[in-house]
C-alpha cells in the first residue's frame, strides 16, 4: 500500500490544486529522484512545514512572529562549543523556551509529542522514542551540557522551576553535594550511543482502549 493510501485511510483529506512554476516544479521532481520518494509525499512534507513556521517574501518567521534563519546543525553545535559550560547551559533553556512558547501560540504547552515534533520540523534533532518511552536526544544537537538543560525546561516548562547552572563537569567532580544533585535531578541513563536520555524525558504511555 503507498504512502497516500495510508493516509487516507488514517484521517480525511482534502485535495488541494495550486498552479507552480516550470521551474519549481522540476525543482520537486529532482528531490523526488533525490528521495525516492513519491512528488505527492515531497509537496505533502513541505506543506506540513505549515503547522510550526510560517513562510513570508523573503523570510521564514515562527508561530509568533519572530524572524528565524537557517544554520547547519554543525555549525550550530560548534558555535555553542565555543561558550563556557555555564553558558550552555543558558542558551539551552533558552532555546527549550523557544520552543515552549511555540506551543504555547498554539496551546499545546503541555502537549510533548506537539514540541517533538517542532523540534524535528525545525531541524532541531529527529523525533525518537525507544520501546520503554524514552525520548532521545541526539547528541548532534549541541554539547551534553546544552541539551541536558534544553531538554530539562522543555519538560518541567513551569516558570517557577528554575535550571540550576552549577552542573557543570569540573562542579560535578569535585562537589557531592552538586552530583547528588545532578543526579537526583536531571537523572541521565544509557539507552543508546550518540543519543542522550533522562529520567524525566520519557513520553506518556497511551493506555490501550477496552
Known amino acids: 500500500m503507498n504512502s497516500d493510501k495510508k493516509l487516507d485511510e488514517k484521517e480525511e483529506t482534502s485535495v488541494l490544486t495550486v498552479r507552480i512554476s516550470r521551474e519549481l516544479d522540476q525543482v520537486l521532481d529532482n528531490l523526488k529522484d533525490r528521495k525516492g520518494i513519491s512528488k505527492a509525499s515531497i509537496i505533502r512534507y513541505y506543506l506540513e512545514m505549515a503547522k510550526y513556521i510560517l513562510i513570508d517574501i523573503g523570510s521564514i518567521r515562527s508561530l509568533d512572529d519572530r524572524e528565524m534563519i537557517t ?28 520552543i515552549n512558547d511555540l506551543a504555547r501560540v498554539q496551546g499545546k504547552l503541555d502537549d510533548i509529542d506537539f514540541k517533538l515534533d517542532i523540534c524535528e520540523h525545525l531541524g532541531f534533532f529527529p523525533k525518537f522514542i ?81
Do not use: C, W
Open 71 to 98: 544554520i547547519k546543525k554543525k555549525s550550530f553545535k560548534n558555535y555553542l562549543k565555543l561558550f563556557e559550560e555555564e553558558m550552555q547551559m543558558d542558551q539551552g533553556v533558552k532555546f527549550a523556551r523557544f
Open 130 to 210: 525507544d520501546k520503554d518511552n524514552y525520548i532521545l536526544f541526539k547528541n548532534k544537537f549541541g554539547p551534553k551540557k546544552f541539551i541536558e538543560a534544553f531538554a530539562y525546561k522543555i519538560i518541567n516548562h513551569q516558570p517557577d522551576i528554575e535550571y540550576d547552572f552549577s552542573f557543570t563537569e569540573d562542579a560535578l567532580e569535585s562537589s557531592k553535594k552538586i552530583k547528588q544533585d545532578y543526579q537526583k535531578i536531571i537523572q541521565p541513563v544509557e539507552r543508546a550511543a550518540s543519543y542522550y536520555a533522562f529520567e524525566f524525558a520519557k513520553f506518556p504511555e497511551v493506555e490501550e482502549e477496552d
